[in-house]
């Protein structure tokens, strides 16, 4: 009845078919803009169909510093994503995120990384079995994140860092950032950085140079097969290289409970000069580089126990609290050698006074046995000791210790410290050169010699030698005819004295297989120890 109905008012029949269809017309449209207007519902259980990825495209995956990120993603030396949700087919992925370097990588600066600061929580994303060499995104505050973990980085690069760690530090350092394990070794003795300056090409020179561990950005971690390395094949090219730092040692000095040296008192200061650790210095000196068992060896500039002797000493600085590191340079012949160096900050950094020792030794037989326990595991030995004594004070001025290579060969470590120190603009007050101070041919004899500007040191060992009644004997020298160290510092304007015992061509035993320590006065080690030990701490005090 309602459909005749709606027939006679429309008229006719055709016309009602038209009202019926625009009718439907509008309500469909009604429908489908209701539904635009609330939303779809992906998840309605309908089968979506994949939509595969292009080539080519870019999937930036989480982590890697970016802040709120819950699962660092690691990767290899190729690029290829070792834990990415999506695999790419664009460029490396290292090129497309790069961590950002903090500008608070201060090591006395220690602070959580949280997310905000460009580390990411979650679970670790590395592991190894035991103490390995691993690859750590720079992002901000990562090397507190390192000190946190016990760890510190041997080598630092804008966007990388690279450390030797425990696998548990493994654990917890890659569980808040992006982490590669390198190799599961600690050992970094034959390990270099060459650096590949922008506009510069390759050439060929690295794989000339060595095994290439590891390649990221612009650097090439690099196993050479002996150090140290001739580099010429490298820096000819224009590359750089460096040497990679050693592991860390197993503990380090307390820095709690510090005094200042008035408060400790600077005469004190040398009951705590230990003759038992001077002595094991001198004898693990001697026996670096020893391959027949006799516990005698070489640190010729040349053979890898020089090498061996720069890490000893770069741990033993160390362990004691102290900031350390390397400084390399070039001999003639292009091997890269380096001079060790290690500070505590004074609070007024405008000066700086420190001890200097040269750790290579030589003999009629260098590259087998040069054991240099007189001339001068007795200087370094002194050194080490120096720097042990003072590194758990508050100092006013800063002090360094300088280990100095390739002495016996032409000077040329001092000449390239002091280059570098005058280059660099180092504040540099007053050095402190011992060399060969255990012989006891001379009595106990204390040799000083110093020229020019420098005159006022050997007064003030005087002052210090009468005021604190050690009742050494001194014979003062202002000769320019005698050639050490601190000759060629002094050449270069930084105020030098030697302290020694015997000079060049006294000794019968110097450079020759007898430089032993059965052959060294302890006793005589240990009274420069002291006397050099008051007269540097009265300039920092």
């Known amino acids: 009845m309602w459909m005749q109905e709606f027939v006679a008012r429309a008229g006719s029949p055709q016309r009602a078919a038209g009202f019926a269809i625009g009718l439907i017309a509008v309500v469909i449209l009604l429908i489908a803009l209701l539904v635009s207007l609330l939303g779809g519902d992906d998840n309605s259980g309908a089968d979506i169909p994949a939509t595969e990825t292009p080539a080519g495209s870019i999937l930036i995956p989480t982590g890697l510093g970016t802040p709120g990120a819950s699962t660092p993603v690691g990767d290899d030396t190729t690029g290829a994503p070792t834990t990415a949700p999506t695999t790419s087919t664009g460029p490396d992925r290292d090129a497309l995120v790069t961590p950002t370097v903090g500008s608070d990588n201060v090591l006395d600066q220690i602070g959580q990384p949280t997310p905000d600061e460009g580390a990411s929580t979650g679970p670790p994303t590395a592991s190894c079995s035991h103490a390995c060499l691993v690859r750590i995104a720079n992002v901000p505050n990562a090397l507190q994140m390192l000190v946190q973990n016990g760890v510190r980085s041997s080598y630092a690069g804008d966007a990388w860092l690279w450390a030797i760690a425990e696998p548990s530090e493994v654990a917890s350092i890659s569980s808040m950032t992006n982490t590669e394990v390198i190799r599961e070794s600690s050992e970094t003795l034959a390990l270099y950085m060459v650096t590949v300056p922008e506009g510069v090409a390759e050439q060929g020179a690295v794989q000339a140079f060595g095994t290439v561990l590891d390649s990221v950005d612009n650097h090439r971690l690099v196993e050479v097969s002996k150090a140290p390395p001739n580099v010429r094949v490298v820096v000819d090219t224009g590359l750089i290289v460096e040497k990679v730092a050693p592991a860390p040692p197993s503990a380090f000095g307390g820095q709690e409970d510090r005094q200042t040296l008035e408060q400790a008192g600077v005469g004190t200061l040398i009951a705590g000069v230990d003759d038992s650790r001077i002595a094991a210095a001198i004898q693990e000196l001697q026996g670096i580089g ?154 106990n004899q204390i040799v000083l010699n110093a020229t020019g500007e420098s005159v006022w040191m050997e007064d003030l060992i005087v002052r210090v030698n009468d005021g604190y009644d050690l009742g050494l004997p001194l014979t003062v020298f202002q000769e320019p005819e005698i050639v050490a160290d601190d000759t060629r510092l002094r050449d270069q304007g930084v105020e030098s004295v030697l302290v020694a015992r015997e000079l060049y061509g006294w000794s019968p035993i110097h450079h020759t297989e007898n430089d032993l320590y059965a052959n060294v006065s302890l006793q005589h080690v240990e009274d420069a120890t002291e006397l050099i030990l008051l007269t540097v701490a009265s300039l920092l005090q």
């Open 290 to 443: 020893s391959t027949d068992g006799t516990g005698v060896g070489t640190r010729y500039y040349t053979t890898p126990g020089n090498q061996l002797a720069a890490d000893m000493l770069f741990t033993s600085l160390e362990s004691y609290g102290m900031n350390v590191w390397y400084e390399d340079f070039v001999t003639p012949e292009g091997l890269l050698l380096v001079n060790v160096i290690g500070e505590i900050a004074g609070t007024d950094p405008s000066r700086i006074y420190g001890v200097m020792a040269h750790f290579d030794s030589t003999s009629d037989v260098p590259t087998s046995s040069a054991p240099g326990a007189d001339d001068n595991a007795s200087g370094v030995a002194a050194t080490l000791e120096i720097s042990r004594i003072l590194a758990p004070h508050d100092l006013r001025y800063s002090y360094r210790a300088a280990f100095i290579n390739a002495e016996e060969v032409g000077i040329l470590g001092a000449e390239a410290f002091a280059s570098e120190a005058i280059a660099e603009g180092v504040p540099w007050e007053g050095i402190f050169n011992l060399d060969s101070v255990g012989s006891s041919r001379n009595g």
